[in-house]
Each structure stands twice: as structure tokens, then as C-alpha cells.
């Protein structure tokens, strides 16, 4: 694949380079990453300009991005409503998602470039969770550009050696995956504790209040007698 890719990209360039990209932004999974690095080391060689690799890259990054986004807010109602996709992500599911997007989705959006698998999704999923698109477009162009810049540095530096510059580009996305993952089920670990103490508590002061016992914390009904 990536020899392919290299004569592909070695004939025609920049337009691969924002094509490949773009494409894979738009929520397809093709390798637009490995283009991008591809493009990178070839301007490392000589071939290409490095300010046309990354220019090329963020540019098909953004249209991709925001064609997803399209595509998520146009059609991702339906897409959840197939009969094999509702059983997973019903409508209690969509209104956490609607609130996280709501919540963190211009961070999201912008580190979620750096994770491997992730960054594919991410333009739909913006679209489909009602994601307001100038916070969007805002943080997909912010993310996009550092992401590009990380990734041109890395050919760059590493052009004699295409394969250790695709190695270390793929250890660093799927660290990325890894550190997504760990960091949202520690968020789930900690909701769902206090959703545990929250419910804790409630069976305790419902029992105190069986029991007789008074909240200090009410206020007292006792009226004040008057002067």
C-alpha cells in the first residue's frame, strides 16, 4: 500500500495529498495519514514544497471535516434509527452524546485529530449531535493545522526513512487511542460512583425521615412568637 501510495503521490502531488486527507475526514476510513506523511518525506527529498504538503493537508482535512459535519447533520437521524443501529444507541444514548458535544465538543474536536480511528469519525458525529458549527469549525481548523504541522515535522525530519517515520506516526495515534480510551472510562468509573453516593444518600435521608428523625439543615416550622 504505502509503495503505491508513494508512486501515486510522487506523479500527482498535492492533489492526492488533499484528496486522501479530505476523503478520510469525511468520516471514510482510508490511510489519508499515511498520504499526508508520504507527502512529507517526498518534500524532506526534494520532490515537493513542505508549505504545499501542509497547506494540501489542512485544506482537504477542513473541507473533509466539514463536509462529515454536513453529512451527520443531514442524515445521522436516520442513520441511528436503523433498526441494528437503535438497539445500540437509543434515544437516551443520543441525549448524553447531544450533551457531551454540547459540553466538550471543541476539545473534543480538536485533540480528537490526534487519535487514531477517531479523527475519522469526528466531523459526523459533530453533525449528528447538533455540535454548533462555528464552535466546530473553529476547533477543526485549530486542530487540523497542529495536526498537519506535527505530522509534516515528523517527514521532515525523519525523509531518509519513510518506515520509521510511518512507524512513529502510527505509535503516536494509537497512543492517543489508547490515552482516549483510559481517560472516558475513568470519567464513566467516577459518574457512575456518584451516581452511587447520589442514590446512597437519597435511601439514607428518606430512611432518617421514616424514622422520625429532622434534618438539621430544614427550616424549622415552629412559628416565631410574636412581640
Not at 499526508?36 to 477542513?62: F, T
Not at 476539545?107 to 485529530?113: D, E, Q, S
Not at 518506515?163 to 475513568?186: F, Q
Amino acid at each position: 500500500m504505502e509503495s503505491f501510495l508513494l508512486d501515486l503521490i510522487s506523479r500527482f502531488g498535492y492533489a492526492i495529498i488533499f484528496v486522501g486527507v479530505g476523503i478520510e475526514s469525511m468520516g471514510i476510513p482510508v490511510p489519508g495519514e499515511t498520504v499526508l506523511i508520504i507527502g512529507a518525506v517526498l518534500a524532506a527529498q526534494g520532490h515537493l514544497a513542505p508549505w504545499g504538503v501542509a497547506l494540501a493537508g489542512w485544506l482537504g482535512a477542513v473541507t473533509g471535516d466539514n463536509i462529515g459535519y454536513y453529512i451527520g447533520h443531514r442524515w445521522g437521524q436516520r442513520f441511528s434509527s436503523l433498526p441494528g443501529i437503535r438497539r445500540f444507541y437509543d434515544e437516551r444514548r443520543m441525549a448524553v452524546a447531544d450533551r457531551y458535544f454540547e459540553r466538550h465538543g471543541m476539545t473534543t474536536i480538536f485533540f480528537g485529530r490526534f487519535v487514531a480511528i477517531v479523527r475519522i469519525f469526528m466531523g459526523p458525529l459533530a453533525g449528528m449531535h447538533h455540535m454548533h458549527w462555528p464552535r466546530f469549525f473553529v476547533a477543526n481548523a485549530l486542530g487540523a493545522a497542529l495536526w498537519v504541522g506535527v505530522i509534516v515535522t515528523i517527514g521532515l525530519l525523519l525523509g531518509n526513512s519513510l518506515d520509521r517515520a510511518l512507524t512513529l506516526v502510527k505509535r503516536l495515534g494509537y497512543a492517543g487511542l489508547a490515552l482516549a480510551v483510559i481517560v472516558a472510562a475513568g470519567a464513566v468509573a467516577v459518574y457512575l460512583w456518584r451516581q452511587r453516593r447520589e442514590r446512597a444518600q437519597g435511601e439514607r435521608l428518606l430512611a432518617e425521615k421514616a424514622a422520625g428523625f429532622e434534618d438539621p439543615a430544614a427550616p424549622s416550622t415552629v412559628p416565631k412568637e410574636s412581640l
